[in-house]
């Protein structure tokens, strides 16, 4: 609702520059330089607007529940028992190629861009939605030194 707002009223502000602009004598060049600095803060704030609304759709029917997981890498795997966010992190991490790792009560579980992560970790639109409203802090996922898969 508020995102509506704000497009209708970055909507006016964009018919009032375009009016005026239309009509050169019309106007100072402060109020036109104005409303022209006014549109893209109005956009940005739409958007942002747009984004929230969009990633408490995907939330509301999101149901954060502890997942068990198998790590692999290599030969090696471990079953790992993670809080929801926890799993988020880790699904993050994974799909990125991100070269970190996971804190554990025992040692900690490394997440090479050639690790496999079978079971059930939250969907890339619900990571990507926890992160868009602020609900993704990853304490127990540390960067390890060395390059990225994508750099």
């Given at each position: 609702m508020l995102a509506?707002?704000?497009l209708?009223?970055?909507?006016?502000f964009a018919g009032v520059l375009l009016a005026?602009?239309?009509?050169?004598?019309?106007?100072?060049?402060?109020?036109?330089?104005?409303?022209?600095?006014?549109?893209?803060?109005?956009?940005?704030?739409?958007?942002?607007?747009?984004?929230?609304?969009?990633?408490?759709?995907?939330?509301?029917?999101?149901?954060?529940?502890?997942?068990t997981v198998t790590v692999t890498n290599g030969g090696t795997s471990r079953t790992l028992t993670l809080s929801a966010g926890e799993a988020a992190c880790v699904e993050r991490a994974v799909r990125l190629h991100t070269r970190s790792e996971l804190l554990t009560a025992g040692d900690p579980v490394p997440l090479l861009p050639d690790t496999?992560?079978?079971?059930p970790l939250p969907p890339q639109a619900v990571v990507e939605a926890l992160g868009v409203r602020g609900g993704l802090s990853c304490p127990g996922l540390r960067a390890l030194p060395g390059e990225n898969a994508d750099t």
């Amino acid at each position: 609702m508020l995102a509506a707002l704000y497009l209708l009223l970055t909507l006016a502000f964009a018919g009032v520059l375009l009016a005026l602009l239309l009509r050169p004598g019309v106007a100072r060049a402060g109020a036109v330089w104005g409303l022209a600095a006014l549109l893209p803060l109005l956009v940005a704030c739409v958007g942002a607007l747009v984004g929230q609304a969009r990633a408490a759709r995907v939330l509301a029917g999101f149901d954060p529940r502890p997942v068990t997981v198998t790590v692999t890498n290599g030969g090696t795997s471990r079953t790992l028992t993670l809080s929801a966010g926890e799993a988020a992190c880790v699904e993050r991490a994974v799909r990125l190629h991100t070269r970190s790792e996971l804190l554990t009560a025992g040692d900690p579980v490394p997440l090479l861009p050639d690790t496999r992560v079978t079971g059930p970790l939250p969907p890339q639109a619900v990571v990507e939605a926890l992160g868009v409203r602020g609900g993704l802090s990853c304490p127990g996922l540390r960067a390890l030194p060395g390059e990225n898969a994508d750099t």
